[in-house]
């Protein structure tokens, strides 16, 4: 009978990296625990490994008449600021472009039910988040999904954030080209990249295969790729700056044809100049948008050129592209018209809204409507095994919140239908109005001020059971929710968008929405929608009921939706929407003081402190936290009797604390070790910046002694003295960093 | 061989047709009124999913569900982590004595009590651990002492029969059906 770990389990199975990764963090949480790692710095570690807070993780929840304390066991241990170690964290999942295998689904269908709430949620970038789960389950779960080629490195936190690509890309029939591989060798060259480690907060970055569809949504992403050919190069329209959030940004065209060769050295050098010159102090104005607004256009090109100039070469910017025919997906069945098959009931309508038909004859990708982004464990399993049936390995998660199988063959398309009704995952209605974008708001997020799920999920009802009667001209639109300003359900691009807000209202906070109408979602998100003025949550339903059937009354022949709003501008609308935004009294209607989806009183008292921005942890301290790490791993070693390992670990960790001091004036010190310690010297010793008050260079010594020692035995003592003499470095190498800061400030 | 996160499943004789949001109102109702020492964190609605937790109460030790999988509406205790050392017949002991214990709370509820009611002759067992209790034979082996240990002490002399579900991809999920009528008053007695 099997009884050992998951570690040991999974021994020789998983990449070795992603293995060693796993363990040190799994040590970081040990540290942790010990009372080793700052709040701080291990919010940041942890965040950058996708582990995120959540809500009433700040150890209390409002019951509808008073904030009550949630007394977790931990006592007071934290994860972080403010956030209770026992508390229930969310486990974000990247998905560079979308792309699952049936294996992967499977698994992570089992950490659902193993460790989270049975429930996989899709994120509007593509990713999985799992909620509920104990930080403490953690590495196994990553265990598990890097046994099938996931990782959840720099899922959250300061950090190049999951990459995202158009979902029928390679199957578009108006892309210009497949933009997967390119997408996927991004992400992969900026995965743990050192060049984006010093962040004062995240980057997103998006692929496009054409410019007029919504596609990857390039506008509003930091960086954004929209496939183009020249001269019969292929290359990509390259686009900077862009971001939704409080302040929203179209991206600006940075280059309009960027060859394929540069979109890897070219995006590190954005991220070089982001990483020096972008806000680090006001986490509201760190985004690569604001360091554009400061710089304008002009001199931010000039900058990166310039810093791509010296970047100093590296064969992985080009090497994927020697292997692009390895990303191209194949087909499992034959191609084959759906010829007189019985369609049953139901079909149709489900065909006509969820069924995209290929570029390549007999092909289709087929869209499984995912309400609110929701899927069971039972149901991610048995869509695994319909993908093994029908198309391989070919499946996309989308930033509306749905998975697509890609490459079913026409015929088969009615018995798929019937299988997926039969696992309640074959509803209608995918891209269209019934088709509800949403964040997690307030069921979850701590920043969450109104329940954008509640919302939507009554949305949704009311609007799925009025979907035969809506107008032809209302039926394709976007309706998405965010529980606060900040953008997570995208509401700025839908042409409805609501974000969650509160107003006082006769001595009580009622939750409401801002209405936010006209953005564009095609055009790769090609405008922002206009603030109308916000609305008591209970309201909202009767907003989209008189703005649409306003439109379908008033529309000047195909007048579009988001020329109708400029038309008739914000002054008529707020005059349409003036009577739904009063709210009755308490005793008159106690309704309006409760959220959608909820039981009890509202309130904004829940809401913590967002981890969205990351902890402000310069790189220096994150990366000598590692260090510490390190020489924490090397002390195990010398524990388990490996003295070599002991030894070399707490070299490796002396070296890295060098290295993390010399990059604050040379981002790129090499990493070899004599290079290390000819620049430590030179920049640290020589100068005596390293110098203790009282003990001189006998710190620096250390290394120096350490680095040039023969050894012909690794012994205990060997090993123990290495380990102390690189445990006072590490130190003295804090004392010097916070000494070059008094100097700085 | 030995896992704590067991989870146990009572099947609804009536009741089904109680609507999500009445049972999102009780489980509130039970984190404003509870006085410790469970911790009840908070309620989560997805009645919007197929055969799924349909409302789920989340705890720090365990959480509590109205359930749809497998198709019949249940309440499923889900025992995350305890802080009890034991060995399996002891957690299997604990698990099965919480759901019972949850299952007369309900039973018993202001609100929805006299709406409600669990078959008590027919049981689910859900080993939630795929490493230390794979879905197969030879787990059902290794832990039949313990099982008809407690399954005996929890029925009696009734007759008892165990079957496993035999998914190769799900959780090593047990069926055990009773002879008889049993409250919850009676098996937690007999426990």
Known sequence: MSVQSWKEKLDGQLPEELSAEVDTFETQIEQKKSGQIDDRVFAETRLRRGVYGQRYDNGQRFDGQITKRLEYPCGELFKGPDTYWDAPGMQRIKIPFGGLTADQLDVMADLAEEYADDILHITTRQGVQLHFVHIEDTPDLMRRLASVGITTREACGNSIRNVTACPISGVCRTETFDVTPYSKALATFMLGHPDCQDFGRKVKIAFSGCAHEACGLTSMHDLGFIAKTQDGKVGFEFYVGGGLGAVPHQAKLFDDFLPAEEILPMSQAVCRVFARLGEKANRARARVKFLLAKLGLEEFQRLVQEERAILPHDDAWTAYLDDLDSYKEEPLKIAAPLNGAAKPEGYDAWASTNVYKQRQEGYVAVTVSLPLGDITSDQTRALADLSRKYVKDTIRTTVEQNIILRWVSESDLTQLYGELVALGLGEPGAGTIVDVTTCPGTDTCKLGISSSRGLAGELRSQLAAQSMSLDESIKNFRIKISGCFNSCGQHHVADLGFYGNSRRVNGYTVPHFQVVLGGQWTENAGSYGLAMGAVPSKNIPAVIECITGNYVANRQGDESFQDYVKRIGKKEVKNMLTDLTSVPAHEEDASYYVDWGESREFTVGDMGKGECAGEVVTLVEFELSGCETESFEAQLQLDEGNYEAAYKGALSAMLHAAKALIKTQWLDVPDAADEIVKEFRERFCDTELFYNQFAGPKFANYLFRVHEEEISEYTQDVAHRVIEEGQLFIEQAYACYGRMNVVNA | ?191
């Open chain 2, 1 to 191: 061989m030995n896992t704590h996160k067991i989870a146990v499943k009572f099947y609804m004789d009536k009741g089904q047709d109680i609507a999500p949001e009445t049972w999102f109102k009780t489980f509130n109702k039970w984190i404003s009124a509870n006085a410790g020492p469970d911790v009840l964190i908070d309620v989560v609605d997805y009645s919007h999913v197929q055969n799924g937790p349909v409302t789920l109460l989340v705890g720090h030790e365990y959480d509590v569900s109205i359930d749809d999988a497998d198709g019949k509406r249940g309440v499923l205790f889900n025992l995350k982590r305890t802080a009890e050392e034991g060995d399996f017949a002891q957690h299997l002991s604990a698990a099965v004595k919480q759901a019972c214990e949850m299952r007369r709370r309900i039973e018993t509820d202001g609100d929805v009590g006299d709406q409600v009611a669990f078959r008590g002759n027919e049981v689910c067992l859900i080993l939630n651990d795929r490493l230390q209790t794979p879905n197969a034979d030879e787990t059902v082996q290794a832990i039949q002492t313990d099982l008809d240990a407690v399954l005996g002490k929890l029925y009696g002399d009734a007759k008892v029969s165990i079957s496993r579900r035999d998914d190769a991809k799900a959780r090593l999920t047990l069926d055990v059906q009773a002879e008889g009528s049993w409250t919850a008053d009676q098996l937690l007695a007999n426990l």
